[in-house]
């Protein structure tokens, strides 16, 4: 037999012993600290329901308050969400419109269920590109949930990595132009201080939903040593066990950031 068909033949098998990893199983492993999720496939949803792309939206959100709530009670301390990107501004006005209303209406529902479960809320993109009553309503969470000390809930809204990037450079430079740093003294570390996510460790793991295998402009710079998963499921069908699925998957790949 070709070399190439055993090696995957013994990957197969290998793949298969794994595959019998337990919910409790995972649960008692390593847990993610930080995750990340490219919520995808909303529109696909409500279009297999003949449904308004809007619906899509609609459903999408409770998956976050269930997210949220399982994030935080395995301990993970950052989930990322990626809600809305740059370039989804391209969309049509009223599919803009009403994803610029949906923060509103999480968090006119579920704030306090999030103050209560000690969530931090936090946001990662350009809040002045924002309508106002959005910005107000993200900014109103951000200080009332400023002091608690539980999961932070980041909601990557009106973000785009590239543009972090670029502003970071620009900020960089000014400090250098002005004589307050030196051009040697930029670092890795620095740098990510300068980004929309400041303090905040990288993603150790990556979920995109809906069967796209691309970035869509996500954390270019912080994903560098992510794991990622990809699933088929659509955002408004992703459950908790999907989620459990997911860290599981991840709990099966060997981190070596480059080492042996
Ligand atoms: C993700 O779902 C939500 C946002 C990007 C705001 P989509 O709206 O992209 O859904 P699909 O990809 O069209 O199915
Ligand atoms: C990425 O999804 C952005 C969010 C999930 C917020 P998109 O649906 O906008 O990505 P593309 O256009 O398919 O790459
Ligand atoms: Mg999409």
């Given at each position: 037999m070709?070399?190439?068909?055993k090696?995957?033949?013994?990957?197969?098998?290998?793949?298969?012993?794994?595959?019998?990893?337990?919910?409790?199983?995972?649960?008692n492993g390593?847990i993610?600290?930080?995750i990340?999720?490219?919520?995808?496939?909303?529109?696909?949803?409500?279009?297999?329901r003949?449904?308004?792309?809007v619906?899509?939206?609609?459903?999408?959100?409770?998956?976050?308050?269930r997210m949220t709530?399982?994030a935080n009670e395995?301990n993970?301390k950052?989930?990322t969400?990626?809600?809305?990107s740059?370039e989804n501004?391209?969309?049509p006005k009223?599919?803009?419109?009403?994803?610029?209303k949906?923060p509103?209406?999480?968090l006119?529902?579920?704030?306090?269920?999030l103050?209560?479960?000690?969530?931090?809320v936090?946001?990662?993109?350009?809040?002045?590109?924002?309508?106002q009553?959005?910005?107000?309503?993200?900014e109103?969470?951000?200080?009332?949930?400023?002091n608690?000390?539980?999961?932070?809930?980041?909601f990557?809204?009106?973000?785009?990595?590239?543009t972090?990037?670029?502003?970071?450079c620009?900020?960089?430079?000014?400090?250098?132009?002005?004589?307050?740093l030196?051009?040697?003294?930029?670092?890795?570390?620095?740098?990510?201080?300068?980004?929309?996510t400041?303090?905040?460790?990288?993603?150790d793991?990556?979920?995109?939903?809906?069967?796209e295998?691309r970035?869509?402009?996500?954390?270019?710079?912080q994903?560098?040593?992510?794991?990622?998963?990809f699933?088929?499921v659509?955002?408004?069908?992703?459950?908790?066990?999907?989620?459990i699925?997911?860290i599981?998957?991840y709990?099966?790949?060997?981190?070596?950031?480059?080492?042996?």
């Amino acid at each position: 037999m070709l070399n190439i068909l055993k090696n995957w033949k013994n990957q197969q098998t290998a793949a298969s012993n794994l595959e019998s990893l337990t919910k409790e199983d995972i649960l008692n492993g390593e847990i993610p600290e930080h995750i990340a999720i490219i919520m995808d496939g909303n529109g696909r949803w409500a279009k297999k329901r003949a449904l308004p792309r809007v619906a899509g939206h609609h459903e999408g959100m409770k998956v976050v308050k269930r997210m949220t709530k399982l994030a935080n009670e395995l301990n993970v301390k950052v989930l990322t969400l990626y809600a809305f990107s740059t370039e989804n501004w391209k969309r049509p006005k009223l599919e803009v419109d009403f994803l610029m209303k949906l923060p509103e209406e999480f968090l006119n529902i579920y704030l306090p269920e999030l103050i209560e479960e000690n969530v931090r809320v936090r946001l990662t993109g350009d809040p002045d590109g924002l309508p106002q009553h959005t910005k107000k309503a993200v900014e109103n969470a951000v200080k009332s949930t400023a002091n608690n000390d539980g999961l932070v809930l980041n909601f990557a809204l009106n973000y785009g990595g590239r543009t972090e990037i670029v502003s970071a450079c620009r900020q960089i430079s000014e400090k250098v132009k002005e004589g307050k740093l030196r051009a040697e003294d930029i670092t890795e570390e620095m740098f990510s201080a300068y980004l929309m996510t400041e303090s905040l460790q990288d993603p150790d793991l990556l979920i995109r939903t809906s069967g796209e295998i691309r970035l869509s402009n996500f954390m270019l710079w912080q994903i560098a040593y992510s794991e990622f998963v990809f699933t088929d499921v659509l955002w408004p069908d992703f459950s908790d066990e999907h989620l459990i699925g997911a860290i599981g998957e991840y709990q099966r790949r060997g981190r070596r950031f480059g080492g042996i």
